[in-house]
C-alpha cells in the first residue's frame, strides 16, 4: 500500500511540474505576442498626426499594460501551484514574496489602467 502512495505522489508531483511549466510558457507566450503587436502599432502610430499618435500612442500602452497584467496572473496562478511541491519553510517563503511582490505589480498596474482609461473617456 504503501508503494502506491508513493506513486500517487510522484504522479502528482510530474503533473502539477508539467502544468506549471506550460503556463509559464502560455505567459511567456502572451507576453512575446503582445510586445510584437504593441510594436507594430507604435510604427503605424508614427504616420499620424500629433494628437492622434498622442492617442494611439496611449491606446498601444494600455493594450500592452493589460496583457502583462494578464501575464501577471497566469504567473501568480504558477507560484501558487508551485508551493504545493515546495517542502522547505525557507523555500515557501521566498515564494511567498515573489507572489506577494507580484500582487502588488499587477495591482499598481490595474490602478494604471483605470486612470489612464478614465483620461481617455474624458
Do not use: C
Not at 510584437?36 to 491606446?59: H, P, Q, Y
Not at 519553510?89 to 499587477?106: E, N, P, Q
Amino acid at each position: 500500500m504503501e508503494g502506491l502512495g508513493i506513486l500517487t505522489d510522484q504522479f502528482v508531483s510530474g503533473f502539477i511540474h508539467y502544468l506549471t511549466f506550460g503556463i509559464d510558457i502560455i505567459a511567456g507566450i502572451i507576453i512575446g505576442v503582445a510586445v510584437v503587436l504593441a510594436f507594430i502599432s507604435f510604427l503605424k502610430n508614427l504616420k499620424k498626426s500629433t494628437t492622434d499618435r498622442t492617442l494611439g500612442l496611449e491606446t498601444t500602452r494600455l493594450g500592452l499594460a493589460r496583457s502583462l497584467l494578464l501575464a501577471l496572473d497566469f504567473e501568480i496562478g504558477s507560484d501558487i501551484l508551485k508551493t504545493i511541491l515546495i517542502p522547505s519553510i525557507t523555500d515557501l517563503t521566498i515564494l511567498s514574496v515573489i507572489v506577494a511582490v507580484r500582487i502588488v505589480l499587477s495591482w499598481s498596474l490595474s490602478k494604471e489602467l483605470d486612470r489612464h482609461t478614465e483620461d481617455l473617456k474624458k
